[in-house]
């Protein structure tokens, strides 16, 4: 039971490049959300879904899309990378609307 | 606007040295508080949730409680491994703009257990 995966662990990018960040979950959890993690920073929502074929903007989705075909998956595309893309980036479950979050271990992404 | 604050931002303890971490928070209202703990290198880690003023919960060295302001994370008798950034999230009974069921983070207390 390997919970929630994300995949690279690390990733350097050139401005102007885009990459997929990939999540998969294996606890059958209906919602999945995408946080970014800044220095000195509370984790803001990016994007969220509450079920296969349902997604929603969080606070700060500029520059991101999602998609969420199936239910293990909730994978996050980033468009034309920026500098102020340069983050950690984690994904989350959560088995109902109220109940914890649980994390994956992150993406550390740089773009120069 | 829905606000959490927590302090210290950076707390260094000697193993033993029982102290408190402080959350307070500023929403409408509130759905449940959260407490993580966060490992370098690593995501959150769920410890406890907390849901109405007076709950108590507690799990090997570590106690939370809840006010209608604020939350604390006591230690009591810390070890080394306790080591990490611990991370306090709220969740309003109403997101605005949309975001169902966000968490508001805080920024996390850092905190450091010598041994």
């Known amino acids: 039971n390997a919970g929630v995966t994300q995949t690279p662990k690390f990733r350097i990018l050139k401005i102007g490049q885009s990459m997929t960040l990939q999540c998969a979950q294996d606890?059958?959890?209906?919602?999945m959300y995408w946080y970014r993690q800044d220095p000195g920073m509370g984790l803001k929502l990016i994007y969220y879904?509450?079920?296969?074929?349902?997604?929603d903007k969080g606070e700060v989705p500029n520059g991101y899309n999602v998609s969420r075909s199936t239910t293990e998956d909730f994978p996050l595309r980033l468009e034309l990378a920026a500098p102020s893309q340069t983050s950690v980036y984690f994904c989350?479950?959560?088995?109902?609307?109220?109940?914890?979050?649980?994390f994956g271990n992150g993406t550390r992404l740089t773009v120069t | 606007e829905d606000q959490v604050t927590q302090s210290p931002e950076a707390l260094r303890l000697q193993e033993g040295e029982s102290s408190s971490l402080n959350c307070s928070y500023t929403?409408?209202?509130?759905?449940?508080l959260f407490w993580y703990r966060q490992d370098p290198g690593k995501g959150p880690e769920f410890l406890f949730t907390?849901?109405?003023a007076g709950e108590e919960k507690e799990k090997e060295r570590l106690k939370a409680t809840l006010t209608k302001k604020e939350s604390f994370l006591h230690i009591t008798a810390p070890k080394p491994e306790d080591s990490a950034t611990y991370l306090c999230?709220?969740?309003?009974?109403?997101?605005?703009?949309?975001?169902?069921?966000?968490?508001?983070f805080g920024k996390g207390t850092k905190l450091s257990v010598k041994p």
């Open positions: 907390l849901y109405s």
């Open positions: 606890m059958n959890h209906n919602y």
């Open positions: 929403v409408s209202g509130l759905r449940g």
């Open positions: 989350a479950t959560r088995q109902g609307l109220y109940s914890p979050l649980h």
């Open positions: 999230a709220v969740q309003p009974t109403m997101n605005y703009g949309g975001s169902q069921g966000n968490l508001i």
């Open positions: 879904s509450v079920g296969a074929g349902i997604t």
